[in-house]
């Protein structure tokens, strides 16, 4: 690692040293031979919540000295790691479905629940009942729990509104939020979720391009078009459709992709070169390597196999053929988990990744699916101080242990938030 870029007698503004790190995971390894650059008895100092310098504990607290720094951190020994990105959540609905859960444990399909007007029609339902405040609230309360396990980024997606106003209320709460908490939110556009209750499918798909992207980019909150094309919901068409038009306003392209039929959705995602292309439970070696071709981040999300019953994506066939793996939360009313601690370590148990593979798909990965340059979900020079303080001596606890979280502290742009 390069030395510090410039010293604690020069800089100005806010500094925050964390020193004395046993293992300080600094992000993806350089070398090409391991999947994470590890220091230990490490260190780093960050000014105005950017990094300025990573290395040895020694030479970075001689530069910054942890007794002048206006946040200083003393890890004893413990691993430190970059905070979590969670590149796929659901994150601002209403209603409650845990009675749905129990269906499927005595056997009724997903589908079967959806086209009975359950699963996302029932949450749309509650959506458009609920208050601009009560959006916010439910929101931010999620966000809260999302902080104390360690997720500095998250995205965040509309699609339980399926028409103009509430769709605009949802990424109006997206915005709210990411200005009043410490997370980073990233959102996104998905009118195209599900078919409204009584609405012919092409029609309804006139209706999220001539009548929602529109108006959502007119808003000016999302930054990502998104698209269920899934049997029964949108085919590779209808998908197509949705997404050009979405290019034509602004919005980048992601899709979900081959979760419960190979569709096509991962061909779209390539065609399109989309960010990423998410579930893909039902990808084939064909898929996997037009997504590497392509350059879209394949987002897997194990959460949602754990709680359907279903099998797991195979994340070995994409991490063999070079692809940056991403591992997301997919927290909404149909799987409820806010923790990325828990999907490294379904991403270990269940789909064969190292504790090192699944951090990585948990920080920097993660962030490639969003677009995010600067250096987030890494932890070296000039990327953003959001960081991951573990009552453990190695980031290997994060999959370990699933009974309590590993975190004791976060930092956001050098700022210690929970």
């Not at 993806?28 to 990094?51: C, M, T």
């Not at 430190?80 to 499927?104: I, M, Q, Y």
């Not at 190695?394 to 999959?399: E, G, N, Q």
């Amino acid at each position: 690692m390069s030395g510090p870029a410039e010293s604690a007698d020069d800089a100005s503004g806010d500094t925050c040293v964390v020193y004395d790190v046993g293992e300080l995971v600094v992000g993806p390894s350089e070398d090409g031979e391991h999947p994470l650059e590890i220091l230990e008895d490490a260190a780093f100092a960050a000014v105005d919540g950017e990094i300025v310098a990573v290395g040895s504990s020694e030479d970075v607290t001689r530069e910054y000295p942890p007794e002048n720094a206006e946040t200083a951190i003393d890890a004893d020994g413990r691993a430190v790691v970059p905070g979590f990105v969670d590149p796929h959540t659901h994150a601002v609905f209403a209603g409650d479905r845990s009675d749905e859960f129990e269906a499927k444990l005595r056997g009724k399909e997903y589908q079967e629940i959806l086209a009975e007007g359950g699963g996302i029609l029932r949450t749309v339902r509650a959506v458009r009942e609920a208050s601009d405040e009560e959006l916010f609230e439910n929101l931010t309360g999620h966000l809260e729990t999302m902080l104390a396990h360690g997720t500095t980024t998250v995205e965040v997606k509309s699609g339980y509104g399926l028409e103009t106003e509430t769709e605009l209320r949802q990424l109006e709460a997206i915005d709210r939020a990411d200005a009043t908490q410490p997370i980073d939110l990233v959102a996104t556009f998905m009118g195209a979720h599900a078919v409204p209750e009584d609405r012919d499918v092409d029609d309804y798909v006139d209706d999220v391009v001539e009548e929602q992207l529109p108006a959502v980019a007119e808003q000016g909150v999302a930054e990502f078009c998104d698209v269920f094309c899934e049997e029964g919901v949108f085919d590779v068409d209808q998908s197509r459709r949705v997404l050009e038009a979405g290019l034509d306003h602004g919005l980048t392209p992601k899709v979900h992709a081959e979760e419960f039929v190979r569709l096509g959705g991962a061909g779209l995602a390539a065609d399109l070169e989309a960010a990423s292309a998410d579930h893909l439970l039902h990808a084939n070696a064909d898929d996997v390597d037009a997504l590497v071709e392509a350059g879209v981040v394949p987002v897997l999300l194990p959460g949602t196999a754990f709680g359907l019953g279903e099998d797991y994506a195979d994340a070995r066939a994409f991490l063999e053929a070079g692809a940056p793996v991403a591992l997301a939360t997919d927290f909404n009313p149909n799987c409820h988990s806010r923790s990325m601690e828990f999907v490294q370590t379904l991403g270990a148990v269940e789909m064969g990744m190292t504790p090192a593979e699944a951090l990585l798909a948990s920080t920097r990965n993660a962030a490639l699916a969003l677009g995010l340059e600067d250096g987030t979900g890494t932890l070296r020079e000039g990327a953003p101080a959001d960081a991951v303080v573990l009552e453990a001596p190695s980031f290997a606890h994060l999959a370990y242990r699933f009974d309590t979280t590993a975190v004791d502290a976060v930092l956001k742009a050098g700022e210690v938030v929970a």
